[in-house]
């Protein structure tokens, strides 16, 4: 994992947005300190990258398509993250927050 934090969580937000499943990425952290850090960075990254080496650790917080079970949705993340990061034993969270019926973009179009 590089040292730089924001950029790897920045990349992290882009991989798991992109996996099959997920709808929404969720801010991790507590949320003052989500708003806080996007009052100094406006397009700071929802997925809270922590510590270096063995003691990283790595938190998202996500949105599922009721389509597939959310346990399987949570599995793709967890393992595009480990790929993303070349780090199979980081610590890792994957918070499902929310199920939804059907992917927002269809319910529109409905």
Do not use: C, W
């Amino acid at each position: 994992m590089t040292n730089d934090k924001q950029e790897v969580a920045r990349r992290l937000d882009t991989v798991v947005a992109e996996t099959d499943g997920v709808v929404e990425l969720y801010a991790a952290r507590p949320m003052v300190a989500h708003l806080l850090r996007q009052a100094l960075d406006a397009n700071a990254p929802r997925i809270a990258v922590d510590g270096f080496g063995d003691a990283a650790s790595v938190a998202v917080s996500i949105g599922v398509v009721g389509e597939a079970p959310a346990l399987e949705t949570a599995r793709r993340v967890a393992d595009e993250v480990r790929r993303e990061l070349g780090e199979p034993d980081v610590r890792l969270t994957v918070r499902v927050s929310r199920i939804v019926a059907t992917r927002p973009d269809e319910a529109e179009g409905a």
